[in-house]
Each structure stands twice: as C-alpha cells, then as structure tokens.
C-alpha cells in the first residue's frame, strides 16, 4: 500500500493541476493582465468581432473587441455599446490597438458604473469603426441577436458581466 501512495499522489496531483489552470482566463495587454471571460462573436452584414471582458482593480473593466478575421482593419475611434434598455455606453478611443496573429485589437475602459449597468442589461449591438485597405475601412455595426427568434439574444452578456464582477450593487 505504502508503494502506491506516490502514484497516486502524482495522478491527483496531474488531474488537480491542468483543472486550476483552466478555471480563469486573462486579457493580457502589455505588462498587464485582466482577470477576463469571453462574451462572444457578434455578427454584421459585413464584419464579425469577438468580445471579452476584463476585471480592473477597483471593480471598473475594460473591454477587448478583436476582429474575427485577419486583415480586417485596425479599430478607429470610440465604440457604442447600445443595451437592451435603450442606453448606450460610449467606450472611449485611448488609442490602445495592437495586431496578434493578423487580427486588430482594441481596448477599452469601463467605469464602476457603466459595469453595474452591464450587469442589469444585454448588449445588443456596437457600433464601431474600421481603417484600412479599400474594403475594410467603415462605420460597422453588429449585433447580439440570435437568428432563431427577434427577442432572444444569443449571448446574456449582463450574467457574464455578474459572473465576473459579482451580483449588481443594490440602489
């Protein structure tokens, strides 16, 4: 029994240690790193982004918007998030972008506030801008809106928001 006890100590030790490493995932930028959860691709006519968030400090975010295909355009400007409650969140240009494996990236800041209403709401489209060659560069706007019925989103965003930064603070 004795000989078997350091076999099954590296065998817990092997399934233990690849399931802590999973559990979290990060948006690395520069030296910094952003305790993080991905929201999902959005879709438009034209272009396709994918979206993560990211955990600040002090409870305030950021957001990575990343084009869903290479040589898509670089990020120009301020995004609009537009919420299921009829508000927008202007997200903005602090000319953060970066290219990783041919697709353009951008981050931007959330505050504390803007967070607590992404808990309490969807995100059901942004808007944003692209520059480019000819063909990539433009106004685009995509959406969260599953093809299966007008009401339904296809990503809950506000309980991804929840799930990384803890239930809405009360009034």
Do not use: H
Not at 72 to 101: H, P, Q, W
Not at 116 to 135: C, Q, W
Not at 141 to 163: A, H, M, P, Y
Request: charge should be positive; charged fraction near 20%; glycine fraction near 8%.
């Amino acid at each position: 029994m004795i000989r078997i006890l350091p076999y099954i100590t590296v065998f817990i030790s092997c399934i233990a240690i690849p399931l802590s490493a999973n559990g979290q995932s990060y948006i690395y930028w520069g030296n910094k790193n952003y305790p993080s959860t991905y929201l999902g691709t959005f879709e438009g006519e034209v272009k396709s982004i994918v979206l993560k968030i990211g955990k600040r400090g002090s409870g305030d975010g950021v957001i990575l918007v990343e084009t869903k295909y290479k040589n898509a355009g670089s990020f120009n400007g301020s995004i609009y998030l537009f919420l299921s409650n009829g508000e927008r969140i202007k997200c903005i240009d602090r000319n953060l972008t970066d290219t990783v494996n041919q697709k353009n990236r951008a981050l931007y800041f959330l505050t504390k506030q803007e967070v607590e209403t992404l808990k309490r709401n969807n995100i059901i489209k942004i808007r944003f801008s692209l520059k480019g060659t000819l063909n990539s560069s433009g106004d685009f706007t995509v959406e969260n809106i599953s093809s299966f019925g007008l009401d339904k989103f296809r990503f809950e965003t506000s309980e991804d928001f929840i799930e990384l930064f803890g239930p809405p603070a009360n009034d």
